[in-house]
């Protein structure tokens, strides 16, 4: 087993006396130092459990006073190392993330940019959690690997180790987030191609719809499981290999107990999950095919290309995870571990990841965008079946035919064409003035008074056949009484003159009956007469009927 640092014991040199060491060439009261229970270790440290210094050139305290105070000393919990081999593959990848978060944030907007109105089934940000999760991926990665550069750099291991490992566990987690985000999506994606065309051929309450509702709930539980079994702990024990026997005593037992492995098996029932969601889309939103051999055919061809490179990476990703809970030799908690299996196991998968993402997050086009062009599909076939030939967009451009800016434009033409005011008073004025000045030059005889209808006179039964030579009835008066009947009588009565005058000469008055009774033609049976003819009552010597328009009342 690959152990952190070989730190054994050593005695101190001998000195001038035997109260005297010489460290460095440097001279110590022995007595002092043995009093506050220091200890010299191979590594150039004195160290009480408490206080650790430095002891090497050239960091050699000068002196140490009675009450343990060193003078001039270096506290060993410092950066003074030179880089090593695993700080320089750590910039390496850190500088991979830092690239890959900028193109993350340029697919985020490039998808989550809507172009058509909300959907309550479909929420925007359905789309747009698969590059949240990368940008908290690249956020974890760039952490933990900046602080990695001091695990190197620290003599005795110390925090820089427990950031490392704390943000390279939630980089696992946001990666199989990420993975699991990027398939749902892809199924909700199918759904609302399937559904656009019809919105009811699919409901939400039934099984298909309730499971989608409970399969990313019983994602999350797993993910939220693997996380507190891994974060919240005594990371302290991490840190305990400055020697062999702290290695062996606590780290090791800290880095692969129970928790770490229940963790990983946590991550693996995510993964699982996440094909599970695969190939449920797969089975309602694509063809079906008959026979097993077929389905797992079917399966792996309709599985987009991306999906066939990131499951595997990602089970790599659980993989690695589990080996680390059972050999501390090849985990990153390990100080000293095998940088070949860390880089490759721990960072490249998840890097390759998001590499596949936003590569075919450019390969893709919005969704709503994509979802207007098969409507424009949809629609040019249909008018092929049809037999209708649309106009080019710049055939009403070249006609004029421009439709309003906006909404506001519409209603100010609207208004411009019926004009504003009152109604009453300004446009119904004007118009009556004018058609009383068409009826004066259309008969210069007439009477002034009478405008363009009948004066409203007061009507005898239409039943009287008793020929009377009255002067004209005088103007109508309202109907006074409390009987609404009779009201609403006079009411169509009067209606039916003004919008009826020639009738009301020819056939419905005693006036007309009379005019007619005394003409050299012969008298035509009236409306309210029996009659086999199926003529109109009206003479065809009258005056057609002019049908007035409601304005005019």
């Given at each position: 087993?690959?152990l952190?640092?070989v730190r054994?014991?050593l005695?101190?040199?001998q000195g001038?006396?035997?109260?005297?060491?010489?460290?460095?060439?440097i001279h110590?009261?022995?007595?002092t130092l043995?009093f506050w229970?220091?200890?010299?270790?191979?590594?150039g440290?004195l160290s009480?459990?408490?206080?650790?210094?430095?002891?090497d050139?050239?960091?050699?305290?000068v002196?140490?006073?009675?009450?343990?105070t060193?003078?001039?000393?270096?506290?060993c919990y410092v950066?003074?190392?030179p880089?090593?081999?695993?700080?320089r593959?750590?910039i390496?990848?850190?500088?991979?993330?830092?690239l890959?978060?900028?193109?993350?944030?340029?697919n985020l907007?490039?998808h989550g940019?809507?172009?058509?109105?909300?959907e309550?089934r479909?929420y925007?940000i359905?789309?747009?959690?698969?590059?949240?999760?990368?940008?908290?991926v690249?956020?974890?990665?760039?952490?933990?690997?900046?602080?990695?550069?001091d695990?190197?750099?620290?003599r005795?291991v110390?925090?820089p180790?427990?950031?490392?490992v704390f943000?390279?566990?939630l980089?696992q987690?946001?990666?199989?987030?990420?993975v699991w985000e990027?398939?749902r999506?892809?199924?909700?994606w199918?759904e609302r191609q399937?559904?656009d065309?019809?919105p009811f051929v699919?409901?939400?309450?039934d099984?298909?719809?309730m499971?989608?509702l409970?399969l990313p709930?019983w994602?999350y539980?797993w993910?939220?499981?693997?996380?507190?079994?891994?974060?919240?702990?005594?990371?302290?024990a991490?840190?305990?290999q400055?020697?062999?026997?702290?290695?062996?005593?606590?780290a090791?037992p800290?880095?692969?107990?129970g928790r770490?492995?229940a963790?990983?098996?946590?991550?693996f029932?995510c993964?699982?999950?996440i094909?599970?969601?695969?190939?449920?889309?797969?089975?309602?939103?694509?063809?079906?095919?008959?026979g097993?051999?077929n389905?797992?055919?079917?399966?792996?061809?309709?599985?987009?290309?991306?999906?066939?490179?990131?499951?595997?990476?990602?089970?790599a990703?659980?993989?690695?995870?589990?080996l680390?809970?059972?050999?501390?030799?090849?985990?990153?908690?390990n100080a000293k571990?095998?940088?070949?299996?860390?880089y490759?196991?721990?960072y490249?998968?998840t890097f390759?990841?998001?590499?596949?993402?936003?590569?075919?997050?450019?390969?893709r086009?919005?969704?709503d965008?994509?979802l207007?062009?098969?409507?424009?599909?949809?629609g040019?076939?249909l008018d092929?079946?049809l037999g209708l030939v649309?106009?080019p967009?710049w055939?009403?451009?070249?006609?004029?035919?421009l439709p309003?800016?906006?909404?506001?434009?519409?209603i100010m033409?609207?208004?411009?064409?019926?004009?504003g005011g009152?109604p009453t008073a300004?446009?119904?004025e004007t118009l009556?003035?004018?058609?009383a000045?068409e009826?004066?030059s259309?008969a210069?005889?007439r009477?002034?008074?009478v405008?363009e209808?009948?004066?409203?006179q007061?009507?005898n039964s239409?039943r009287?056949?008793?020929?009377?030579s009255?002067p004209?009835?005088p103007?109508y008066t309202?109907?006074?009484?409390?009987?609404?009947?009779?009201?609403?009588?006079?009411?169509?009565e009067?209606?039916?003159d003004?919008l009826?005058p020639?009738?009301?000469?020819g056939a419905?008055?005693?006036?007309?009956?009379n005019?007619?009774?005394?003409?050299?033609?012969p008298?035509?049976?009236g409306?309210?007469?029996?009659s086999?003819?199926?003529?109109?009552?009206?003479?065809?010597s009258?005056?057609?009927?002019?049908?007035?328009?409601?304005?005019d009342v």
């Open positions: 087993m690959t952190i640092n054994d014991l005695s101190f040199p001038d006396n035997a109260t005297d060491t010489v460290i460095n060439n110590f009261n022995l007595t043995n229970n220091y200890t010299y270790y191979s590594n440290t009480n459990g408490s206080w650790c210094f430095l002891v050139n050239p960091y050699t305290p002196s140490v006073l009675s009450n343990g060193f003078l001039n000393s270096t506290w950066a003074i190392q880089i090593g081999d695993r700080a593959a750590g390496g990848f850190a500088v991979a993330f830092a890959s978060l900028i193109f993350i944030f340029v907007k490039k940019e809507l172009h058509l109105p909300a309550k479909f925007p359905g789309r747009r959690w698969q590059w949240y999760w990368g940008i908290f690249c956020a974890a990665a760039l952490i933990g690997l900046f602080t990695g550069i695990v190197d750099r620290y005795v110390e925090l180790l427990v950031l490392n943000f390279w566990f980089l987690m946001g990666v199989m987030a990420l990027s398939v999506h892809w199924g909700s199918m399937f559904i065309p019809n699919l409901h939400q309450t099984k298909r719809g499971f989608e409970w709930i994602f539980f993910l939220w499981l693997n996380f507190f079994l891994v974060i919240p702990r005594n990371w302290g991490i840190e305990l400055r020697s062999p026997d702290q290695t062996v005593e606590n090791i800290a880095a692969t107990d770490f492995k963790g990983t098996f946590c991550l029932v993964w699982c999950t094909v599970v969601s695969l190939w449920h889309s797969i089975l309602h939103y694509e063809p079906r095919n008959r097993l051999f389905r797992i055919i079917g399966f792996l061809g309709y599985m987009p290309f991306r999906f066939t490179l990131m499951l595997p990476l990602s089970l990703v659980v993989g690695y995870q589990g680390c809970a059972w050999d501390f030799a090849l985990s990153p908690l571990t095998n940088l070949l299996a860390m490759l196991g721990g490249a998968p390759l990841i998001l590499l596949i993402q936003i590569i075919a997050g450019f390969l086009p919005n969704e965008r994509e207007q062009r098969q409507r424009r599909d949809r040019q076939a092929q079946e649309r106009k967009a055939w009403r451009r070249a006609n004029g035919d309003p800016g906006s909404m506001r434009d519409r033409r609207n208004v411009r064409e019926v004009g009152r300004r446009n119904i009556a003035e004018q058609r000045a009826a004066e259309e210069p005889g009477n002034n008074s405008i209808m009948n004066e409203i007061r009507t239409i009287s056949n008793v020929p009377r009255t004209a009835p103007p309202p109907y006074g009484g409390k009987s609404g009947q009779r009201r609403s009588e006079r009411t169509m009067v209606a039916a003004l009826f020639s009738a009301n000469t419905s008055t005693n006036r007309g009956r005019t007619e009774a005394n003409s050299d033609q008298r035509r049976p409306t309210s007469e029996r086999s003819s199926t003529v109109s009552g009206m003479s065809t009258g005056n057609p009927q002019q049908i007035r328009s409601m304005l």
